[in-house]
Structures are given as structure tokens and as C-alpha cells.
């Protein structure tokens, strides 16, 4: 049994966090563009495009983030590509993250009224124009309240990928409730750590959809 004082487990909690947020920015800005490419194509009505990201939108939806860690961590290594909890943890991650996002926001350009797709056909805009200039500026407003909110999600997410070896906030706290013998004190610290980290992105994600929502 190792003599940690509370300062010892709060300091050791605090540097492992450092690696939840890295992660979780990783994942979310990642996914997040890897989500907006996958939703203009989505929304090309290329031939074959609505099925196959339809499909995988549906493939990380429909299985749990724990196993499709799992599945990169040895997949990769299967490829032949040098395989490190850091890495595994952040491709996976990442593809989650894009999957989730790429349908939040195909949501949100499908509550743009019909309309506004035909006033900027009517002005001749290409599709790309179209995107950019009058769907996806109106989406934006609906879109950020939910786009934040599941920031939270990918942060409690990474507690997952303690499972392949990443040292992280929860794999940080077992390791000291092994050392210390002290579980209900570390853990409860953990709680706290993720408590901090999560509770001021919500409080964002629902003040954006007050304030977006009195605008609209």
C-alpha cells in the first residue's frame, strides 16, 4: 500500500486528465470534419452515397463504442500498422464521433423549409453555393446547441479506452486505487474530475439553444 494524501491523488488525477482532453478535442475536431465531409456527400444524391453513409452512420450507432475499440485496437494491428493504445483510442474515437455528428447535423439541414433550397436553385447557385451560402449558415444555428452538448459525450467516452491500455482519468484512478487501497476516494475524485470537465459544456450547449432559440 503506497501513502497518497488527497493532494497526491488529486495532482497524479489531474495530469491523466490532461490526456482525456487531448483526446476528446482529438475526437471531436477529427470527427467533426471527417462528419462534415461525410454530409455533403450525404447530401449530393451521388448514386450509392445515401446507403453506404447511411450504413456506417448506422454501424457506429448500432454498436457499442466499448467493442469498436476493441475492434481498431487488433484491427489495426492486422493491417500491419504499429498499434498504441493512443492511437487506437483516437481512431476510434474519431469515427465515432464523425458518425454522431454526421447525423446531428444532417438533422438540422433537414429542418432548413424546402423553400430556401428552391429560392437558391432559383438564383442559379451551384450545389456547392447552395451549401454554403444559404443551407448550412441557417443550419449552424440549429446545429451548435446539439454539436456542443455531445462534446460531453465524447469526453465521457474516453473513459472507454482505459479497457486497451490508455491512461487516461479512469485508468489513472484505478491504478492509484490499487496502489492506495483507497477506492471510494479515488473513484470519487474521478466522478469530481469529469464533473468539472463536463458541467461547464453543458451549461454552453444550453445557453447557445436559449439564446438561438429566442433569436429564432
Known sequence: MVDFSLWDILRNLMLAARWTVGLSLLAFVGGG??????????????????????GYVQLFQGTPLLMQLFLTYFGLALLGIKTTPWTAAAVALTLYTSAYLTEIWRGCVAAIPKGQWEAAQSL?????????????????????????GFLVQVIKGTALASVIGFVELTKAGSMISNATYQPFLVYACVALMYFLLCFPVSLVAQRLERKLHGHR
Open 33 to 54: 470534419l471527417a462528419g462534415l465531409g461525410l454530409l455533403v456527400l450525404r447530401l449530393s444524391g451521388w448514386r450509392g452515397t445515401q446507403t453506404l453513409i447511411g
Open 124 to 148: 442559379a447557385l451551384s450545389f456547392g453555393e447552395q451549401l454554403r451560402h444559404v443551407v448550412l449558415p441557417q443550419a449552424l444555428r440549429i446545429a451548435v446547441p446539439p454539436t456542443v
